[in-house]
T-cell receptor
Framework: GAVVSQHPSRVICKSGTSVKIECRSLDFQATTMFWYRQFPKQSLMLMAT?????????EQGVEKDKFLINHASLTLSTLTVTSAHPEDSSFYICSAAKMREGDYEQYFGPGTRLTVT | AQTVTQSQPEMSVQEAETVTLSCTYD???????LFWYKQPPSRQMILVIR??????QNATENRFSVNFQKAAKSFSLKISDSQLGDAAMYFCAYRRMEYGNKLVFGAGTILRVKS
């Protein structure tokens, strides 16, 4: 199997505070993980690609100082939303790349709902 | 840049009937992967089916099959014998072949299944 977990599943924080979301690959090692943001009834928007041991690659328009990504091990990547504001409220999804038949497949976490009050 | 277009925001199908979801894409690559993902109300993304562009045979997974037309850059998903559990948002996605490349998603199609 290939299971990816996210913690927490839901978080509410006050405006101006920071919140950390963890993404773990439970039964495989993932050199590469991805972070997405999704608004209701919309598609997934890739925020950044996270490679173990190196700096994340952010998509155009994503503030790297606001959305800090750390991929410290082959099974853990974290997304920290710094100085959160209500407009950061969203559903955040991570995925982890697992090698499969000479290629790789992305396995998705269950997502984290962030509400900033 | 690659783009993926899903022109049907919503579709409905009667239980046990067949429905086809459309997807077109744009790329200059000759080898790549195409995917259909399902996102039910739980919002857990589930891989439905995967197609390698260099394979001419259309992929199938039980009740799910695709019609892959490489020249037309079309990749539709057919769901046969629709079930209530098929109700979800469906996303078509494209990816280049190399490891670590990102998925490019379409806007999604909401599928409603009527009993």
């Amino acid at each position: 199997g290939a299971v990816v977990s996210q913690h927490p599943s839901r978080v509410i924080c006050k405006s101006g505070t920071s919140v950390k979301i963890e993404c773990r690959s439970l039964d495989f090692q993932a050199t590469t993980m991805f972070w997405y943001r999704q608004f209701p009834k919309q598609s997934l928007m890739l925020m950044a690609t996270s490679n173990e041991g190196s700096k994340a690659t952010y998509e155009q328009g994503v503030e790297k100082d606001k959305f800090l990504i750390n991929h410290a091990s082959l099974t853990l990547s974290t997304l920290t939303v710094t100085s959160a504001h209500p407009e950061d409220s969203s559903f955040y999804i991570c995925s982890a790349a697992k090698m499969r038949e000479g290629d790789y497949e992305q396995y998705f976490g269950p997502g984290t709902r962030l509400t900033v009050t | 840049a690659q783009t993926v277009t899903q022109s049907q925001p919503e579709m409905s199908v009667q239980e046990a009937e067949t429905v086809t979801l459309s997807c077109t894409y744009d790329t200059s690559e000759s080898d790549y992967y195409l995917f259909w993902y399902k996102q039910p109300p739980s919002r857990q993304m589930i891989l439905v089916i995967r197609q390698e562009a260099y394979k001419q045979q259309n992929a199938t997974e039980n009740r799910f099959s695709v019609n892959f037309q490489k020249a037309a850059k079309s990749f539709s998903l057919k769901i046969s014998d629709s079930q209530l559990g098929d109700a979800a948002m469906y996303f078509c996605a494209y990816r280049r072949m190399e490891y670590g490349n990102k998925l490019v998603f379409g806007a999604g199609t909401i599928l409603r299944v009527k009993s």
